[in-house]
């Protein structure tokens, strides 16, 4: 009896494991594709004068350099958002980021 108790608290701690791993993966996929969705949007941003074509390009470009793929992009003045999504094997994980040149507060 005692080896079916050990072998039953030895599965309650490998599923205990396994969650905390898928746990663990996603939010390491949140912050992949925030890290992305953030040096895209700047980079983009660099490129606004010259129009959202060049500055969704030039975000697209970075976001894929960190394994993330642009769901979004849109420039609004000077100011770029950018939505991208990161797919692992714990799942997609989407992030927004917006970037623009420094305003003073009034």
């Known amino acids: ?3 079916l108790y050990a072998l039953g608290v030895g599965l309650v701690f490998v599923a205990a494991g ?3 791993a898928a746990d663990g993966a996603q939010l390491i996929a949140r912050e992949q594709a925030q890290t992305a969705a953030d040096l895209g949007a700047l980079a983009g941003a660099a490129y606004a004068v010259g129009g959202a074509g060049g500055a969704c390009a030039r975000a697209a ?3 894929a350099a960190n394994a993330a793929t642009v ?3 849109h ?3 000077l100011d770029l958002t950018l939505t991208v999504q990161v797919v ?3 799942g997609a994980a989407e992030a927004t980021a917006v970037a623009g040149p420094l305003r003073e507060s009034p």
Do not use: N
Request: hydrophobic fraction near 50%.
């Open 75 to 77: 420039l609004d003045g």
């Open 71 to 73: 769901t979004a992009c």
């Open 18 to 20: 396994t969650v905390v």
């Open 1 to 3: 009896m005692s080896s």
């Open 61 to 63: 470009v970075i976001a």
């Open 88 to 90: 692992t094997g714990a």
